[in-house]
């Protein structure tokens, strides 16, 4: 079955930066969209970043623009988000998920156990 397994996560001062890994199994990676959700307390799940199957589109969510980049090893199933210049309001807990199709903006399904990124002074 599908299995995503993210990890990266971690506490790190305003400003810094992160990269959160994503290993995937049980599916056939190089096929399907991929992407990063976020949630933070008392908020709802944020779509944050999305990659098509053959990494020529990519989606970002608006504040995350010019500091974070989606990018996927298809050859080694695996699925990344490096973080930069990151800020208090970063702060939330990431989940890598499966597309339903190659596309990006067909939606997504299955998430993993998630990874907590906190940013703080």
């Known amino acids: 079955q599908v299995q995503l397994v993210e990890s990266g996560g971690g506490l790190v001062q305003p400003g810094g930066s992160l990269r959160l890994s994503c290993a995937a199994s049980?599916?056939?990676?190089?096929?399907?969209?991929m992407g990063w959700y976020r949630q933070a307390p008392g908020k709802e799940r944020e779509l944050v970043a999305g990659?098509?199957?053959?990494?020529?589109?990519?989606f970002y969510k608006e504040d995350v623009k010019g500091r974070f980049t989606i990018s996927r090893d298809n050859a080694n199933n695996t699925l990344y988000l490096q973080m930069n210049t990151l800020k208090p309001e970063d702060t939330a807990v990431y989940y890598c998920?499966?597309?339903?199709?190659?596309?990006?903006?067909?939606?997504?399904?299955?998430w993993g156990q998630g990874t907590q990124v906190t940013v703080s002074s």
């Open positions: 990659i098509g199957s053959h990494r020529l589109r990519k």
């Open positions: 049980g599916f056939i990676f190089s096929a399907y969209a």
């Open positions: 998920s499966k597309g339903l199709s190659g596309d990006y903006t067909g939606g997504f399904i299955s």
